[in-house]
């Protein structure tokens, strides 16, 4: 059975960090390029950041600036999200999804019927406010 678990959301301050993590199991992981997805509340879902298989090239959505940062770790099946500089639009359930291919283009919203994107985790909710 595949599964995707985040965990490490919360409630954080504006300009705080936290840490995602995402435990990856019933599939190949290291065979996946890994995204993290994030729907805010009334709006559709946007890719975060992205990864490539190896770990050693990454992208980001425009809107990150820098903030975070994608890393994953291929021998304990895990992928990592470090958020800094938390602001309250950073506010959403965050997941993490396997995607076939890191290449390509991330203009099309990733959504759970999209072949590119074909595994899922059920989300950690992250809060930013004072």
């Known amino acids: 059975e595949v599964q995707l678990v985040e965990s490490g959301g919360g409630l954080v301050q504006p300009g705080g960090s936290l840490r995602l993590s995402c435990a990856a199991s019933?599939?190949?992981?290291?065979?996946?390029?890994m995204t993290w997805v994030r729907k805010a509340p009334g709006k559709g879902p946007e890719w975060v950041p992205a990864?490539?298989?190896?770990?050693?090239?990454?992208a980001e959505a425009d809107f990150v600036k820098g903030r975070f940062t994608i890393s994953r770790d291929n021998a304990k099946n895990m992928l990592y999200l470090q958020m800094n500089s938390l602001q309250p639009d950073d506010t959403a359930v965050y997941y993490c999804?396997?995607?076939?291919?890191?290449?390509?283009?991330?203009?099309?919203?990733?959504?759970?019927?999209?072949?590119?994107?074909?595994?899922w985790g059920q989300g950690t909710q992250v809060t930013v406010s004072s």
């Open positions: 999804a396997a995607r076939v291919s890191y290449s390509g283009s991330y203009s099309r919203p990733p959504s759970r019927g999209d072949a590119n994107y074909p595994y």
């Open positions: 019933g599939f190949s992981f290291s065979n996946y390029a």
């Open positions: 990864i490539n298989t190896g770990g050693s090239s990454t």
